[in-house]
């Protein structure tokens, strides 16, 4: 099949955009998409750059270059093949590097069935998952503390989720959505995910048009693998976003049909959501798809809507016609298994053309996303309350170590509890309780203010007493609200 189906369009104002073929599969899937995005009437000024193994090789431990870096910051967008990650220890992944170093802080992925063309056992799924990409337990915060007990800190911060939540809702309106639904845990994480949570509820109140809700992740999950066409936008933190959007992409058929935006508010990454597959690479059997569907995320993201919507609409017709890679190829369904190169040829010679059962794509042109970060209004009064002391102790048990610490004598404090992994052992514990060697000893002021110097005392008291100290959390009220969590049983 040859392109001359194509009716030749009006080729869009050319935009800078930095571009890597990547790995495996990834210079195949690259090229086809860039000929179908280019014969839909692409405006692109495509900068390649390389990254990578042969980056990773040439001893670079995160897989991209200094001047990609220049390349990046000078066009704002990047269009990128999936990579191959080395193997082993020391390899950091390029994925995560250039989302935080750039501030990529919105992760967009729609999900959309293609029922009958691609075997799903949901005909109507249509959603959008919109993850949190840059806080969370992806900050990699971790600490081993004691021989049995290692932590990994989840950090949500107020204005990063007020971002990825107004994002969600802006999203929303311009794509013409009718629902934002909100994943979290807030039943056991009530302060991270509460202000998650929170933030939610107060910024649905600036979009009366757009249905909103919240269900805890675990039910939301399985109700989303059960029913999903009873979801529509969907934004989550980002582990369960992480987690979920994979599952999202995967009921639709196919995880290698899906695409996705990685949003910053200077600088925007496009690409597939699988990776290199090197098994297949060179032999023209990828299929192109994922990454032409990033590639369309892109255009409407620099303005040439109505070019993604083209593309997108050949490419609807394409599988409606049943040309089909060999990863989607059914016998009885599939009328032609075709290699990368022919499926983009299918693509572009449907060019102009609308699916005829499947619902076309539509694309808003020039809606506004309002994104501008708003004054945060004035802060809360914090008050220190007391101090939660962590000790390395093998040998202790609750009575012992409360014993030893009420003789501290730190005037103006006093113990109030101790737990262990979050479950109170004292006062009052229970004896079926088990004890690690991580134990967490609560002092609260007895009185008065509870100051740094106090602090500052009880850990000196510690260290006399031969206690092993690993870390302390500050305990504060917030306009008078607590703001760290009781211990389980408390
Ligand atoms: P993968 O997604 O590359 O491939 C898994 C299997 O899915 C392949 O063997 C193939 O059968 C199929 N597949 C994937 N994409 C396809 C396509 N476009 N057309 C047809 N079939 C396709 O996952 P993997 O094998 O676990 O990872 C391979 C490499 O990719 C690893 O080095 C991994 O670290 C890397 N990776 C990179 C990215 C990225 O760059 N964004 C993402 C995920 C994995």
Not at 143 to 147: K, L
Not at 292 to 308: D, K, P, R, Y
Not at 353 to 364: G, N, R
């Given at each position: 099949m040859t392109s001359t189906a194509a009716t030749p369009t009006q080729t869009a104002k050319k935009v800078p955009v930095t571009v890597a073929y990547g790995d495996g599969i990834g210079p195949e899937i690259m090229e086809a998409t860039l000929r179908i995005i280019t014969e839909a009437g692409a405006g692109l000024e495509l900068e390649p750059i390389e990254i990578g193994e042969s980056i990773y090789h040439r001893g670079i431990s995160n897989g991209i270059e200094a001047s990609?870096?220049?390349?990046?910051?000078?066009?704002?967008?990047?269009?990128?093949?999936?990579?191959?990650?080395?193997?082993?220890?020391?390899?950091k992944s390029l994925n995560v590097t250039v989302r935080k170093t750039l501030g990529m802080y919105a992760n967009v992925r729609p999900c959309a069935s293609l029922h009958p063309y691609v075997a799903t056992k949901h005909p109507n799924m249509d959603i959008v998952i919109v993850r949190e990409n840059e806080e969370d337990v992806y900050g990699g915060i971790e600490?081993?503390?004691?021989?049995q007990v290692a932590q990994c800190l989840k950090l949500i911060s107020r204005p990063g989720s007020k971002r990825i939540i107004r994002y969600a809702f802006e999203y929303a309106r311009a794509n013409k959505r009718k629902k934002v639904t909100c994943f979290t845990k807030d039943n056991i994480m009530k302060i991270t995910d509460g202000l998650f949570h929170r933030t939610f509820e107060e910024i649905a109140q600036e979009y009366p048009d757009i249905e909103h809700e919240h269900w805890i992740v675990d039910i939301g999950a399985a109700k989303m693998a059960d029913t999903p066409e009873a979801f529509d936008v969907i934004v989550m933190p980002n582990l369960y976003g992480d987690v979920l959007s994979d599952v999202a992409a995967q009921i639709t058929g196919s995880v290698g049909l899906a695409g996705s935006a990685n949003i910053g508010d200077h600088c925007s990454m496009f690409e597939a959501i699988h990776g290199s597959a090197p098994r297949r690479a060179k032999q023209n059997l990828a299929n192109p798809s994922g990454l032409?569907?990033?590639?369309?995320?892109?255009?409407?993201?620099?303005?040439?809507?109505?070019?993604?919507e083209r593309a997108h609409n050949a490419w609807l017709r394409t599988i409606e016609d049943g040309v089909h890679t060999y990863d989607i190829y059914k016998h009885g369904v599939s009328k032609e298994k075709v290699g990368t190169k022919e499926f983009a040829d299918a693509v572009i010679a449907r060019l102009g053309?609308?699916?005829?059962?499947?619902?076309?794509?539509?694309?808003?042109k020039g809606a506004h996303m309002n994104l501008a970060i708003r004054p945060a209004g004035k802060p809360p009064m914090k008050v220190r309350v007391g101090v939660d002391i962590f000790i390395d102790r093998r040998d202790g048990n609750p009575d012992m170590i409360a014993e030893l610490m009420e003789k501290f004598n730190v005037e103006g404090t006093k113990l109030t509890g101790?737990?262990?992994?979050?479950?109170?052992?004292?006062?009052?514990?229970?004896?079926?309780?088990?004890?690690?060697?991580?134990?967490?000893?609560?002092?609260?002021?007895?009185?008065?203010?509870?100051?740094?110097?106090?602090?500052?005392?009880?850990?000196?008291?510690?260290?006399?007493?031969?206690?092993?100290?690993?870390?302390?959390?500050?305990?504060?009220?917030?306009?008078?609200e607590r703001g760290y969590s009781l211990a389980q049983g408390e």
């Open positions: 990609s870096w220049e390349s990046l910051r000078r066009t704002h967008v990047f269009l990128k093949a999936p990579i191959t990650t080395p193997q082993g220890g020391g390899f600490h081993r503390q004691t021989n032409l569907h990033g590639a369309l995320l892109m255009l409407v993201h620099i303005g040439q809507s109505e070019v993604a053309q609308k699916p005829a059962h499947l619902k076309p794509a539509e694309y808003a101790i737990s262990n992994r979050g479950t109170k052992v004292w006062p009052n514990g229970n004896p079926d309780t088990y004890w690690s060697d991580h134990w967490s000893c609560r002092f609260e002021g007895d009185g008065e203010l509870f100051t740094a110097q106090h602090v500052v005392k009880l850990l000196e008291a510690a260290d006399r007493a031969g206690f092993d100290v690993i870390k302390t959390e500050g305990l504060y009220t917030f306009n008078g």
